[in-house]
T-cell receptor
Framework: AQSVAQPEDQVNVAEGNPLTVKCTYSVSGNPYLFWYVQYPNRGLQFLLKYITGDNLVKGSYGFEAEFNKSQTSFHLKKPSALVSDSALYFCAVREEYGGATNKLIFGTGTLLAVQP | EAQVTQNPRYLITVTGKKLTVTCSQNMNHEYMSWYRQDPGLGLRQIYYSMNVEVTDKGDVPEGYKVSRKEKRNFPLILESPSPNQTSLYFC????????????FGDGTRLSIL
């Protein structure tokens, strides 16, 4: 069965420092991986996705994520954090050939707090 | 502007009083979905729809109904709400259900007393 784990409930980082939000996944076949961000009182917004190709994926707002098949991870990164990056981040996974019952499975979310 | 619109944004109601949360998208998306978000559990899918008149259960469908009579609308119906359905609900849409990102509404916070 598909699953995704975000091991940290909260990540704290100082403004200007690099940030990493961790995500690991489990699927039977090839994964389709997504990162979404949720600001207070708003719905989730798409940041980036990995379908195939280059393991380093670049997305919105300067974020990027690295797909690591051997470690089954898809960590979200940004070289220099901004206070405005403070939000709730969700990783999600789907199998490439999951058939009619294939679902997008979300992690439990990681709260990113960037201190000025 | 491309968007998914949910109404109401907030609702406090009582056990057993039927309610409907509307969802409408203006992007001509085929796939639509309802999720509930609860602390520590992330987002869990309630129902989804592949296209008009095609709906199916997600992970937590008990106590909910949906319909897809038009492509743009996908209402969520709680026939007899109970307190365990107190949650934050999101509607989402996309062109397909496999590798396209989903567009989310801003959410509906339901409190069932």
């Amino acid at each position: 069965a598909q699953s995704v784990a975000q091991p940290e409930d909260q990540v704290n980082v100082a403004e200007g420092n690099p940030l990493t939000v961790k995500c690991t996944y489990s699927v039977s076949g090839n994964p389709y991986l997504f990162w979404y961000v949720q600001y207070p009182n708003r719905g989730l917004q798409f940041l980036l996705k990995y379908i195939t190709g280059d393991n380093l994926v670049k997305g919105s707002y300067g974020f990027e994520a690295e797909f690591n098949k051997s470690q089954t991870s898809f960590h979200l990164k940004k070289p220099s954090a901004l206070v405005s990056d403070s939000a709730l981040y969700f990783c999600a996974v789907r199998e490439e050939y999951g058939g009619a019952t294939n679902k997008l499975i979300f992690g439990t979310g990681t709260l990113l707090a960037v201190q000025p | 502007e491309a968007q998914v619109t949910q109404n109401p944004r907030y609702l406090i109601t009582v056990t057993g009083k039927k309610l409907t949360v509307t969802c409408s998208q203006n992007m001509n998306h085929e796939y639509m979905s309802w999720y509930r978000q609860d602390p520590g559990l992330g987002l869990r899918q309630i129902y989804y729809s592949m296209n008009v008149e095609v709906t199916d259960k997600g992970d937590v469908p008990e106590g909910y109904k949906v319909s897809r009579k038009e492509k743009r609308n996908f209402p969520l119906i709680l026939e007899s709400p109970s307190p365990n359905q107190t949650s934050l609900y999101f509607c989402a849409s996309s062109h397909d259900r496999v590798n396209q990102p989903q567009h989310f509404g801003d959410g509906t916070r339901l409190s069932i007393l």
